[in-house]
């Protein structure tokens, strides 16, 4: 793959699991009997957070620290749930 869609794609996931980390707190915050779409957005959050991981890896870019803290928040927000 070359480095522009390798950054590309590493663009795109961040911005994905950005935009389902928000939607999944609007959720808690609004619905507390949406417990099963909740529970699906954090497992697609975890499944695209893995997915960055491994292009961050295979790529060896910058973005690896930003990957670092995706997935701290995310734990953070599992915590506090």
Not at 26 to 31: A, D, L, S, Y
Not at 33 to 49: A, N
Not at 53 to 61: E, L
């Amino acid at each position: 793959m070359k480095q522009s869609a390798i950054t590309a794609r590493k663009r795109e996931l961040r911005e994905r699991i950005a935009e389902l980390m928000s939607k999944r707190g609007k959720i808690g915050k609004k619905n507390f009997g949406k417990s099963l779409e909740r529970k699906k957005l954090t497992e697609e959050i975890k499944r695209l957070t893995r997915e960055r991981a491994s292009v961050c890896a295979n790529a060896g870019g910058a973005d690896e620290e930003e990957g670092e803290d995706l997935v701290r928040a995310d734990e953070d927000a599992e915590m506090m749930m």
